[in-house]
């Protein structure tokens, strides 16, 4: 059973930072590809990060620069610093992990993928 569990959202002002953790159990972040996504509606939904099974990491053109996807083997989390916040990061943001069979890539994630329930970042 895969249980992803984010922490870390909250309200900033402009210009500030939070950093967003997911805890992951019955599934190894070491080894898989880990995503976060967001979502303000009625947009639709848009992966902001990806951490790849090597480690290596990329960031959406619109965050690239501000924040910085990583993970932590032992503690089997992964995290989401994000810096400079705009009012336009406002949106609930989600924890992903691939299927493994699936391929790992920044994009849409439409299906193949287990979903924690979100954390809201507010921005104002």
């Known amino acids: 059973h895969v249980q992803l569990v984010e922490s870390g959202g909250g309200s900033v002002e402009a210009g500030g930072s939070l950093r967003l953790s997911c805890t992951a159990s019955?599934?190894?972040?070491?080894?898989?590809?880990m995503g976060w996504f967001r979502q303000a509606p009625p947009k639709e939904r848009e992966q902001v990060a990806i951490i790849y099974p090597d480690g290596t990491t990329s960031h959406w053109h619109s965050v690239k620069g501000r924040f910085t996807n990583s993970r932590d083997n032992a503690e089997n989390m992964i995290y989401l610093q994000m810096n400079n916040l705009k009012p336009e990061d406002t949106a609930m943001y989600y924890c992903?992990?691939?299927?493994?069979?699936?391929?790992?890539?920044?994009?849409?994630?439409?299906?193949?993928?287990?979903w924690g329930q979100g954390t809201q970042v507010t921005v104002s």
């Open positions: 992903a992990a691939r299927f493994s069979d699936y391929r790992c890539y920044l994009g849409s994630w439409s299906s193949g993928a287990y």
């Open positions: 019955g599934y190894s972040v070491s080894t898989n590809c």
